[in-house]
Structures are given as C-alpha cells and as structure tokens.
C-alpha cells in the first residue's frame, strides 16, 4: 500500500494503556495516532505516515525509531522527551514538541511547513533549530538568552515570550504575524524586526527606550510594565491597539499619529497629555496620572474615554466627540454631568462613579488606589490586607472582603447596600466596621469575643459562627436589629 493512495485509512490506537507500538503497520495512508498510552519507546512504529502522527501524552524519553516520513502534522507534545535525534528533517505540516525536557533543539526538522512549536521546554539556545518555518515559530516559557540561530525564514507570528533574553539580535528583519517577546530581561529593541505584520508585544521587560524597536506595526503594540521616560524612537502609525501604561512616562511625545484601536497610557507619571493622536477609533485611557487639565488629549475618540483618578480641575482641552461613555471620577475636582456635557459630544454615558471594582486575588497589602465611591459591588477578598484603610466610603453592592489578614475593619464604608463579608480574617473585634447593611453580614472564622461595633441594622441574615466565643442568638438580636436569621 501506498501513503499516496486516493483512499486515505486512518489508525487512532489513542488511549489504549498500550506499552508497545508492536503490530503497527509499516505503511498508513492517513493518520496514525497513539496519544494517551504510556509508551516509552516508539519501537514498532510506522515507517511512513501519508498523514499525521500524534504520540504526545506518553512517557517517551526519546524519538530514535520514529515514522522516516510524515506527510502531515507531527505531536510529541506532554511527554519526557530529552532528545529530537531520530525523527524526519522535514516535517510537511505542523511540528508540536511542547511540555517535555529538552534542552537542546538538535536532531529535529530542517524544513516544517506548518508551525514549529517548542515551548514550555528547557532550551538554552535556538541552535540546530529549523532554517524554515512556513507558519508561526513559538519558543516561549524556555530558558533562552539570545534568539541567534533562530529561523531565517518564518511564514506567521514569532513568539519568543517568557525567556531570559535580554538582546532581539538573530531574528529576521521582517515578521509576517506577531511579534511577542514579552516578559524578558530585555533593556534594548536592538535587533527587532523593522517590519511586523501583526501585533507587537514587548511588556514586562526592562525598557527605558522604544529605540530600536519596528517602524511599522500592522497590528497592535504593547510596551505596558516597562521602565520607559519616553515614546520617542516607537511607530507613528499603528493598525491596532496601542498600549503604554504602567511605565514611567512624564509626557506623550514620541506616540504614534495614527492609532486604529485603543490608546491606553494609564498608571504612569503624566503631567499632559500634548503628543496624543488627535484621533482614537477605540478607547482613550489616560486614568492614574498627574494630569490637571486634559489639554493636549484626542479630537474625537471613538469609544470611550476614562480620564478617571488623576488630578484634574480642569476639562480644558477635553475631547470635542467621546462616542461611547465619559468615565471621569475621583479627581480633586467633582464635575457635573451637565459641565461635561456642555464642552464635549458625548454618545454614550456620562459615568461619574466606578460601576464595580475587583481587586481580588492580587496579593494586595493596601487599598490606598481604589475609588472613594463604587455604584455596584467592591471585592477585594483573597489579599493579603490587614486593615480597610483607602476603601470605598459608599458601596452600592457588595463589600467582600473575606480571606485577607484583617485584624480590624477601620476604613469600612459606614453603610452598605448589599453585603458584608469579612469572614476568614483574623478579627479581635467589629469596631470600625459599617453600620448599616442591607444584606447579609457575614463574620465567621474570626477570633472576636465580644459584639462591640457590630452593625445597628442587618437586612438579611448575621452569621457570627465559628469564633472565640459562641454567641446566642439572643446576644446578637439584643445589640442589633437583624430582619433575617442569626446563624451562630
């Protein structure tokens, strides 16, 4: 039989708890796949397979007595692979090695004329690696300090993300796709493609300077969670979103003219916003900055606009058109709705408060950052706070702030119009704590012994079990009018 034939036969021996490849034709005009065994040699495989052969999720050490040819994709993902040596130069379709413990790409394809995936490995270098690679070439979350050696030629996206580089030196002058190499050790662009197709990611690096960097993005470019002081050096014309923020920039001079996306600069140390585009088609942030006026911003923005917890007193210099909502909240100054209206075309809502905030789960030790009034719900459980200090003064929902190092609850706004959950804590008392709520109050698995602070009115239910003390139902009505029931 022929891999060639019309009628294609596809083999699928996956998840059989095989041990052995033995009895295995020599020949498979289709497919051939054994994924999910725990086949530690691939002795007793096909020769050649007219399609793809799938044999990750094994325990193979080693690709020695692999198919000599392939016609289609080749997966040896998820298993314990030390070594490429053994399988065909040239694989047609897609090559997949991810999740083993290479440390080297010797022995694998020459040519792969689909994508060449690598990642989630221990490669130290890109030497032996493929001289052409029709698709995308992925070789993050590896151990890599340099891309010399990579791919002359790449047909899509280039995803270096997630190594220890710290130069872009080695890699082709033009990527057809993306471009990511973010979280890296890198403090130069030096070596970067000047053409990229897609988008552009280089965050979480150690950048003080986009110089270097592409001259043209078709998608697009993120430079967030850097050390950046300027633009100076980036694109002027980017196809898609542009993203700055949590850098270190004083002013925008240096950002591209042309933006086919968003344009999100929050978090940084701007002072004016001169050197925006004078358009955005999407979403204008400029929140958490120094910014006293908005002079220098865009012309007309096609979303939204969030000028939200800077320090203006001024909408000087504020868009002419904002065709989604105006977000303008906690600033030294309280505008009016009617104020923002009367200097700017605004489609959408004027939104003068947050809607809801979450900052759960972030490892936070303060709230010093988050808004003074929150309409909807306000979670910041799973932290590690010891107080509620810098927290909303008015929640429209929710407060939630279960499972921090909470030894107080000083800061809590004073009325809620949801729930209160400071349950899992380590509270010696609920002084401090609001007065009114609406909803549940919710204390367990603390280590308070005495009521004292507790809320004056509870709408739903107050549950105080699994404390120092046991309280009877009768204590807790007696210092607090509860509509529902006292869990204890």
């Known amino acids: 039989m022929s891999i060639f034939t019309k009628n294609k036969i596809d083999i699928d021996w996956s998840k059989k708890n095989l041990t052995s490849l033995e009895g295995a034709p020599k020949i498979v005009s289709g497919n051939f796949t054994c994924d999910g065994n725990t086949l530690q040699s691939l002795a007793g495989s096909p020769e050649e397979i007219g399609g793809d052969f799938w044999c990750s999720r094994n325990i193979l050490s080693s690709l020695l007595e692999s198919p000599k040819i392939v016609g289609g994709n080749f997966a040896c993902s998820w298993n314990k692979i030390i070594s490429l040596q053994g399988m065909p130069s040239k694989i047609n379709g897609d090559f997949r090695c991810t999740h083993n413990n290479l440390v080297s790409l010797d022995g694998g394809p020459k ?12 490669i130290t270098s890109l030497a032996w690696c493929p001289k052409e690679v029709h698709g995308a070439f992925v070789c993050s979350h590896n151990k890599l300090a340099s891309l010399k050696g990579c791919p002359k030629e790449i047909g899509s996206d280039f995803r270096c993300s997630c190594n220890q580089l710290t130069s872009l030196e080695g890699i082709p002058e033009e990527i057809y796709g993306d471009f990511d190499c973010y979280h890296n050790n890198l403090t130069s662009l030096k070596g970067c493609p000047s053409v990229i197709g897609g988008d552009f990611w280089c965050a979480g690096n150690k950048l003080t300077s986009l110089k270097g960097g592409p001259n043209e993005v078709g998608g697009g470019f993120r430079c967030s969670n850097n050390s950046l002081a300027s633009l100076l050096g980036g694109p002027q014309k980017i196809g898609g979103t542009f ?13 591209p003219r042309e933006v086919n996306g968003d ?13 925006a585009p004078e358009e955005v088609s999407g979403d204008f942030h400029c929140a958490f900055n120094q910014l006293t006026s908005l002079e220098g911003s865009p012309k007309i923005v096609g979303r939204n606009f969030g000028c939200y917890h800077t320090q203006l007193t001024s909408l000087k210099g504020c868009p002419k058109e904002v065709g989604g909502n105006f977000k303008c909240w906690d600033n030294p100054r309280i505008f009016t709705e009617e104020e923002i209206r009367a200097v700017c075309n605004v489609k959408g809502k004027v939104i003068l408060i947050w809607d809801n905030y979450f900052c759960a789960d972030k490892g936070l030790t303060s709230l010093e950052a988050c808004p003074k009034e929150v309409r909807g719900e306000f979670w910041c459980f799973r ?27 000083k800061g809590a706004p004073k009325e809620v119009a949801g729930s209160f959950d400071c349950s899992d804590n380590k509270l010696t008392s609920l002084e401090g704590g609001p ?8 204390c367990f698995d603390n280590k308070f012994i005495s009521l004292d602070g507790c809320p004056k009115e509870v709408g739903g239910n107050f549950n105080c079990s699994d404390n120092r003390k046991n309280f009877t139902e009768a204590e807790v009505r007696a210092v607090c009018n509860v509509k529902g029931k006292v869990i204890v």
């Open 111 to 122: 040519i792969v004329g689909g994508d060449f995936w690598c990642y989630y490995n221990n």
């Open 243 to 255: 993203r700055c923020s949590r850098n270190q920039l004083t002013s925008l001079e240096g950002a």
């Open 263 to 275: 344009f999100i600069c929050h978090h940084n140390q701007l002072a004016t916003l001169e050197g």
């Open 383 to 409: 932290n590690k706070l010891t107080t509620l200090e810098g927290a909303p003064e008015k929640v429209g929902g929710d407060f939630i702030c279960f499972d921090n190092k909470l030894t107080s609850l």
């Open 435 to 442: 007065e009114k709520i609406d909803g549940n109050f919710l």
